[in-house]
């Protein structure tokens, strides 16, 4: 009998905790549903980063090893083959997707007594490019195509078609897609990024503050270069200090020698801008921590070899190259803070490729032997007639590149390259340009052969730079103020911003004395104003 109680107590006990166990659920479901919504607990991450849920960027971050990161991201170094798509035609492609952008959004951060503004808002800087069609487009972005990672576990992307290539974007949302996947799927035949572009402030502050996740050195060229990956994909070349603001270079040095200076490609990207061309991809500079952001995370083994203290007690390291990778010249944080130039990558030629030109006013690379064209004052005639300079506008683009170059002082102009898709017409791309703004004291008149010897430039290049030569847009101070916005500001020392204005002066009185003994002046003003020449 008194065992039956017990039996009968014990189990009237567990069913009154299960009623109680249950009544406190209820209870915590109708508090949560009465909760109003902006005081809900959110798990909102995927939201958060800008990237939805069905993203191949947030797929299973663990699994996607270096063949997605290959897939991914655009590199011409020890992870060459990775792709990576932005945006230059942004503004085309926002309209196929229903997205729109505040009028002026490219110039963001420019006041109102800006000098650059003013520029931007120019006449001769809203030239209108030619209307930009399928077969323009560096890429074919079909928002219907699926990705997928194989079940097997490869971690390799697989399509539902076999057509024309097309980027591995999944079924995200535009606006969601990295800054650097943008650039890449706005390059098109005209223009490597459009003018009034809001995603470049944006792909500016990817670059100079996006976590780096690998350091690895660039494979191939004479000096020390490394390709840096962020999580999201994107890739960077970063190119040490080597230089104080300023040094000059030495007068006994060669060409060939020279230092590849960070901040010159920094002012680079920012010049070819001023000057519309908008032809080398993005460039920021940024403080890059040795010992956390190259030592601790490369798998670079010959680059991890390299890495030693300094008397001083900084952090220093060499890597492999053909020109000052040895301890004599090592790169040393202070004590492990560097300074170096990070440029977005150009998509990997493995999806868009691009073919390189020997430039015909190659230097000869030698200590004492001239080139051809240094001995022969016609030699503009025989280019003229050799393909592809014989016809559309490629020794034209090469005269722009010559501006450009002459500007800055860069007599390391050997190749140049194009993208393949576009054939002959399309622009050039102005890759490499660390060895400029090395001296400020001297100008390099060799540098303008091309348009001296020619004596042709586009109409609208020479309208540019007389605008450029004027008090309300002159050259120096349009660029301090592009250059102030850097993170590593001031980028050059005012001698060097002295002599922009020096040198375009120079290149205007070259076309005035083409103009002077020219018979037809359309002949050296080529008119390529409202369609490409």
């Known amino acids: 009998?008194?065992?039956?109680?017990?039996?009968?107590?014990?189990?009237?006990?567990?069913?009154?905790?299960?009623?109680?166990?249950?009544?406190?659920?209820?209870?915590?479901?109708?508090?949560?549903?009465?909760?109003?919504?902006?005081?809900?607990?959110?798990?909102?991450?995927?939201?958060?980063?800008?990237?939805s849920s069905g993203s191949p960027v947030l797929a299973s971050p663990k699994k996607l090893s270096l063949r997605i990161l290959q897939d991914f991201s655009g590199s011409n170094g020890s992870l060459e083959k990775s792709s990576q798509p932005q945006g230059a035609g942004l503004h085309a492609r926002a309209r196929e997707l229903g997205i729109q952008h505040q009028h002026g959004e490219g110039n963001a951060g420019l006041t109102e007594g800006s000098k650059l503004a003013r520029l931007f808002q120019h006449p001769l800087y809203n030239i209108p490019i030619p209307e930009v069609t399928e077969k323009d487009k560096l890429?074919?972005?079909?928002?219907?195509?699926?990705?997928?990672?194989?079940?097997?576990?490869?971690?390799?992307?697989?399509?539902?078609?076999?057509?024309?290539?097309?980027?591995?974007?999944?079924?995200?949302?535009?606006?969601?897609?990295?800054?650097?996947?943008?650039?890449?799927?706005?390059?098109?035949?005209?223009?490597?990024?459009?003018?009034?572009?809001?995603?470049?402030?944006?792909?500016?502050?990817?670059?100079?503050?996006?976590?780096?996740?690998?350091?690895?050195?660039?494979?191939?060229?004479?000096?020390?270069k490394l390709i840096?990956?962020?999580?999201?994909?994107?890739?960077?070349?970063?190119?040490?200090?080597?230089?104080?603001?300023?040094?000059?270079?030495?007068?006994?040095?060669?060409?060939?020698?020279?230092?590849?200076?960070?901040?010159?490609?920094?002012?680079?990207?920012?010049?070819?801008r001023i000057l519309?061309?908008?032809?080398?991809?993005?460039?920021?500079?940024?403080?890059?921590?040795?010992?956390?952001?190259?030592?601790?995370?490369?798998?670079?083994?010959?680059?991890?070899?390299?890495?030693?203290?300094?008397?001083?007690?900084?952090?220093?390291?060499?890597?492999?190259?053909s020109y000052y990778c040895s301890t004599e010249h090592a790169l040393c944080g202070k004590p492990d803070g560097l300074e170096g130039s990070m440029a977005a990558l150009l998509p990997?030629?493995?999806?868009?490729?691009?073919?390189?030109?020997?430039?015909?006013?190659?230097?000869?690379?030698?200590?004492?032997?001239?080139?051809?064209?240094?001995?022969?004052?016609?030699?503009?005639?025989?280019?003229?007639?050799?393909?592809?300079?014989?016809?559309?506008?490629?020794?034209l683009d090469l005269i722009d590149m010559t501006v450009l170059d002459f500007l800055m002082g860069n007599m390391d102009r050997h190749h140049y390259e194009t993208f393949e898709k576009f054939g002959n017409d399309t622009f050039l791309l102005h890759l490499d340009n660390g060895r400029g703004f090395g001296r400020h004291s001297r100008d390099e008149p060799s540098i303008l052969a091309p348009l001296q010897q020619c004596c042709s430039i586009k109409k609208s290049t020479y309208l540019r730079l007389q605008l450029l030569a004027t008090q309300p847009y002159r050259l120096s101070d349009l660029l301090r103020e592009a250059l102030a916005t850097d993170p590593l500001a001031p980028i050059l020392a005012e001698p060097h911003l002295r002599a922009l204005d020096r040198r375009l002066g120079k290149v205007l009185a070259v076309v005035g004395n083409c103009l002077a003994r020219a018979t037809r002046p359309d002949e050296v003003l080529v008119h390529d104003l409202g369609s490409r020449v």
């Open 348 to 395: 990997d030629k493995t999806l868009a490729k691009r073919r390189s030109w020997r430039s015909p006013w190659r230097r000869s690379y030698h200590k004492s032997k001239k080139a051809e064209w240094e001995l022969n004052p016609n030699y503009c005639a025989q280019v003229r007639k050799t393909p592809p300079y014989d016809r559309g506008h490629r020794l």
């Open 139 to 224: 890429f074919v972005v079909n928002p219907m195509e699926k990705f997928s990672l194989h079940s097997s576990g490869s971690d390799e992307w697989v399509s539902s078609s076999k057509g024309e290539t097309v980027l591995p974007t999944g079924k995200t949302a535009y606006d969601t897609y990295p800054a650097w996947l943008k650039f890449h799927i706005g390059i098109n035949r005209y223009e490597l990024y459009p003018r009034q572009d809001p995603l470049m402030p944006i792909l500016l502050q990817d670059l100079a503050t996006q976590r780096i996740v690998s350091s690895v050195q660039k494979s191939g060229g004479t000096q020390l």
């Open 1 to 51: 009998m008194w065992r039956r109680l017990q039996t009968l107590l014990q189990r009237k006990f567990k069913i009154g905790l299960l009623f109680l166990l249950l009544l406190a659920l209820l209870v915590h479901l109708v508090m949560d549903l009465a909760l109003p919504t902006d005081v809900r607990p959110c798990s909102c991450n995927a939201k958060a980063s800008g990237v």
């Open 276 to 321: 519309d061309f908008r032809r080398i991809p993005p460039v920021s500079g940024r403080l890059v921590n040795i010992t956390k952001e190259i030592r601790d995370i490369t798998t670079d083994k010959k680059l991890a070899k390299t890495f030693f203290i300094s008397p001083a007690g900084n952090v220093c390291f060499y890597g492999e190259c």
């Open 228 to 272: 840096m990956t962020f999580p999201n994909y994107g890739q960077a070349l970063f190119k040490p200090m080597k230089q104080t603001r300023d040094q000059e270079t030495p007068i006994d040095f060669f060409y060939f020698s020279d230092f590849e200076r960070h901040n010159a490609e920094i002012a680079a990207f920012h010049l070819d």
